[in-house]
């Protein structure tokens, strides 16, 4: 089975701050991944599908890029709302599976 | 406005059954693949199971495969999750979600619901 690594497991930044979380999957998955952020008590909330393209309504300042085995979310510049836990999630025909998740601290 | 309501949880003795229902509204629910996606208390999220639009192909996570099945209702735009054998390590907040766009898996989860809570305790 194909498994996800986030890192770091923990971050820490401040308010205007330029982030960056990486995720590995253990083999190719093309851009079959997407990014998501969970706030405490509250479902996920998708930034970023097929490894780069936007959902309608995220702002601007997150991004992401990669392929293959390696990916990154970017949050360009950090604001109070964003801090919360960011998970990567392969998708594949029948399979699915996430990161471990990495949580972004106020520094 | 599109949302997915989640019902069904609660405090289940060890051994015991629970259906899990996840009834959808403001989309057209017959054509969208469903997931559920459990997070156990503190931990992070586990993908369950996927059934198709039409409820021909239904997959499962190998930690759930023969004890969950996943089904749905397109008349009644409902979404079901028949869990047996509850274990302890079943305890976890239940959250069904949306493939974006695609009627069969392959795609990211674009609506999900507010979750139900599974609490499996003697």
């Known amino acids: 089975d194909i498994q996800l690594t986030q890192s770091p497991s923990t971050l820490s930044a401040s308010v205007g701050d330029r982030v960056t979380i990486t995720c590995r999957a253990s083999q190719n998955i093309s851009t079959w991944l997407a990014w998501y952020q969970q706030k405490p008590g509250k479902a996920p909330k998708l930034l970023i599908y097929?490894?780069?393209s936007l959902e309608g309504g995220v702002p601007s300042r997150f991004s992401g890029s990669g392929s293959g085995t390696e990916f990154t979310l970017t949050i360009s510049s950090l604001q109070p709302d964003d801090f919360a836990i960011y998970y990567c999630?392969?998708?594949?025909?029948?399979?699915?599976?996430f990161g471990q998740g990495t949580r972004l601290e106020i520094k | 406005q599109v949302q997915l309501v989640e019902s069904g949880g609660g405090v289940v003795q060890p051994g015991r059954s629970l259906r899990l229902s996840c009834a959808a509204s403001g989309f057209t629910f017959s054509s969208y693949a469903m997931h559920w996606v459990r997070q156990a208390p503190g931990k992070g999220l586990e993908w369950v199971a996927l059934?198709?639009?039409?409820?021909?192909?239904?997959y499962y996570a190998d930690s759930v495969k023969g004890r969950f099945t996943i089904s749905r209702d397109n008349s009644k735009n409902t979404l079901y999750l028949q869990i047996n054998s509850l274990r302890a390590e079943d305890t976890a907040v239940y959250y069904c979600?949306?493939?974006?766009?695609?009627?069969?898996?392959?795609?990211?989860?674009?609506?999900w619901g507010q979750g139900t809570m599974v609490t499996v305790s003697s």
């Open positions: 097929k490894a780069s």
């Open positions: 999630q392969h998708y594949d025909t029948y399979f699915i599976t």
């Open positions: 059934i198709w639009y039409d409820g021909s192909n239904k």
């Open positions: 979600a949306r493939a974006r766009i695609s009627a069969a898996g392959l795609d990211a989860f674009d609506i």
